[in-house]
């Protein structure tokens, strides 16, 4: 088999395959005996009718065609997998092609989408970003901050206490529709709410903030486009919603006292020393296990950036599919579904089909730059490491199993996965590294201040 790749525009090649005559001769030879086997041919033995007398049975055409049908079938998936190019989608046979002809060559074309070949605007080695490796005390202080958050306290805040985003609130709640029927779904005589937790539209947050213990306020709001926990039930059956809130108090949060009493009866430590010890010994740990992960994303986002060409929407819309197919796959294991799994991010199925969208032009683009950086290095996968692959896959048969790739034109797609890897390890062992500039210190100084001017407000 001999294959001719044709440069079209649009990142289309036109394949020309030619299969020798004598393989064609002896597919026709083949296929006579197994059709004369299978049809019962009046006055022959099954097996014995002569290729005229089946010509003449059948039609001149028919084992010309099955015999064309096959050796298409068998060579354009090796021929797509022989070519210098990635294929993407499927080929598109020429509809003219003739039928073979006994002991002539045969040749057949199509044409076929391929990955472009796209450049960057540096092949120099990306800089990137890292944090410091080192664990400091504030990472530490943080660590236990959650901790304390953990087990924090709502408490009633002083009597004269506004109403702010992120405080609580005990508060008596009923409401009406457009007819001023009440809706018996939003009647509360008593109801902690976290104002800003998205429980009730931003509308509602927005009419309650400033008010104080012992105030009531009516109002009225439209309903929401998308449903919130509680608005759920009026979705479609009233355009307003016409509230009647009394704030029966204000609450804060009070985060517990940092001492070895509280270390030792909610952490099960002997002291905050060692609770602080214990930390710094955990997030070394995960800092080891994460920042290999950290330096090759950002490192690869980086040479994204560098990425010359266009992106097909062939390519991007497979890898949306794949990453649909993994979430869902996801899901089901983990038993929510995609309402649930919406409602817990509050975003809308619009959203999440976009950001879908955006991951999977962004992993297109980045899947690209590193095919160009692999192109410019030389990089290329060898039949050894193909074959290791496959071995690695744990098979009974590996090289049964790589022929098996081999005939179904899918053998690229290892090789592209080996060159990627050896491409992007590369990339990744160059990475200029630069620390990550630490937060200034008058910015957390004005935050200190702010939670403090907070916490004396509060007290007012």
Wanted: some cysteine; hydrophobic content about 35%.
């Amino acid at each position: 088999m001999e294959t001719k790749v044709e440069a079209l525009e649009g990142n289309r090649v036109k394949v020309t395959v030619t299969v020798e005559g004598a393989t064609v001769a002896d597919r026709m030879k083949k296929k006579y005996k197994e059709v004369a086997n299978s049809y019962n041919i009046p006055g022959f033995r099954r097996g014995k009718a002569p290729r005229p007398v089946i010509d003449s049975a059948l039609g001149k055409d028919y084992v010309r065609a099955l015999v064309t049908d096959d050796i298409i079938s068998e060579t354009m998936p090796l021929a797509m997998d022989e070519g210098t190019f990635y294929p993407v989608g499927q080929p598109d046979l020429d509809k003219d092609a003739d039928l073979v002809a006994d002991k002539a060559d045969y040749s057949y074309c199509f044409e076929i989408e391929t990955k472009p070949a796209g450049e960057l605007t540096s092949y120099e080695p990306v800089e990137i970003a890292m944090p410091s490796a080192e664990v400091d005390d504030e990472q530490i202080d943080e660590q236990i901050d959650l901790l304390r958050e953990h087990y924090v306290e709502i408490v009633p805040a002083p009597a004269n206490t506004k109403v702010k985003e992120d405080k609580y609130v005990d508060m008596k709640v009923s409401a009406t529709d457009d007819n001023g029927d009440e809706i018996a779904s939003l009647k509360e005589e008593s109801v902690e709410y976290s104002v800003g937790s998205g429980v009730y539209p931003k509308e509602f947050d927005e009419q309650i903030i400033g008010m104080k213990k012992g105030e009531s306020k009516q109002f009225t709001i439209d309903t929401p486009a998308e449903a919130t926990a509680a608005t759920a039930t009026v979705m479609g059956k009233t355009t307003k919603i016409n509230f009647d809130v009394e704030i029966l108090a204000v609450k804060k949060k009070k985060l517990p006292e940092l001492t070895d009493e509280w270390a030792m009866t909610k952490i099960g430590v002997e002291t905050v020393e060692e609770l602080r010890n214990e930390l710094r010994e955990e997030i070394a740990s995960q800092n080891e296990s994460v920042f290999p992960r950290l330096k090759e994303s950002r490192a690869l986002m980086a040479l994204a950036e560098r990425f010359e060409g266009e992106v097909p929407e062939g390519i991007v819309e497979d890898a949306e599919a794949n990453l649909m197919q993994d979430f869902f796959n996801q899901l089901q294991r983990s038993g929510m579904t995609l309402d649930m799994y919406l409602q817990q991010l509050g975003i809308t199925s619009a959203q999440f089909r976009d950001d879908i969208k955006e991951q999977a032009r962004d992993m297109t683009k980045q899947d690209l730059a590193i095919d160009a950086y692999a192109a410019h290095a030389g990089i290329e996968a060898y039949e050894d490491e193909v074959r290791h692959e496959f071995e690695e896959a744990g098979t009974g048969d590996p090289e049964a199993l790589m022929e098996d790739w081999r005939r179904n034109g899918q053998l690229h797609l290892v090789r592209q996965g080996i060159i990627r890897q050896k491409a992007a390890k590369e990339i990744v062992d160059n990475a200029i590294v630069v620390e990550e500039k630490p937060e200034k210190a008058e910015e957390k100084a004005g935050k200190h201040a702010k939670a403090e001017e907070e916490a004396e407000a509060d007290a007012e």
